[in-house]
C-alpha cells in the first residue's frame, strides 16, 4: 500500500497486513503525525447470471501497440530509498509532575522521622517488658536468648 505525508509529501510502500484499520503514523522524513484510514474498498460485482454473448469471429486482430517511450529528461539520479515509516500505537502521554514544593518534603521527612520514632518505640517496649513476654510466649524464650537478652 502506498501511504503519502501530508506534509512534506514522502511516500512510502507499507505493506497491507500492517495497516488494515486506522491508525496514527509519524512521517520519519520531516516528523509529521497524522491520523490514516484505509481507503474505501470497492464493493464486487454480483455474478451475472445472463448467459454470455455469442462472439463474431474478428476480421483481423490489429497489432498491439508498443509502449510510448519515457519522455527526456535530466540525467538519471540513483533511486535512493524512501523513508522508513513508523506506526504510533494508541497510548496517553502523562505530563510531567511537577517539583514537590518544600512544603511536600517537610511533610515526607516528618512522615519518615515518626515511622522511625514508633519503630524504636517498639524496640524500647519489648526490650524493657521481655520477662512478661517470655511468660505469656514461650517461643519468644528462643528468639531473646539468641539475641543474648534472656
Keep these: 500500500m502506498r501511504v503519502t505525508c ?12 500492517a495497516l488494515h484499520a486506522a491508525r496514527r503514523l509519524r ?5 509529521a503525525s497524522w491520523d490514516w484510514t484505509p481507503p474505501a474498498t470497492p464493493k464486487p460485482e454480483p455474478a451475472r447470471t445472463e ?3 455469442r462472439e463474431e469471429p474478428a476480421a483481423a486482430t490489429p497489432e498491439p501497440e508498443s509502449p510510448p517511450e519515457p519522455p527526456p529528461g535530466p540525467a538519471q539520479q540513483p533511486v535512493r530509498e524512501p523513508p ?9 502521554i502523562m505530563p510531567p509532575e511537577p ?7 517537610g511533610m515526607v521527612m516528618l512522615a ?7 519503630l524504636i518505640a517498639a524496640l524500647v517496649a519489648i526490650y524493657v517488658w521481655r520477662a512478661p513476654i517470655m511468660r505469656a510466649w514461650p517461643p519468644a ?10
Design 51 to 53: 448467459p454470455p454473448l
Design 27 to 31: 512521517c520519519s522524513a520531516c516528523g
Design 84 to 92: 522508513r515509516i513508523e506506526v504510533i500505537p494508541e497510548r496517553r
Design 6 to 17: 501530508p506534509e512534506c509529501g514522502a511516500e512510502y510502500d507499507v505493506p497491507d497486513t
Design 99 to 105: 517539583p514537590p514544593s518544600p512544603r511536600q518534603k
Design 112 to 118: 519518615w522521622a515518626a515511622s522511625l520514632a514508633l
Design 141 to 150: 524464650i528462643r528468639l531473646f536468648a539468641a539475641l543474648g537478652l534472656a
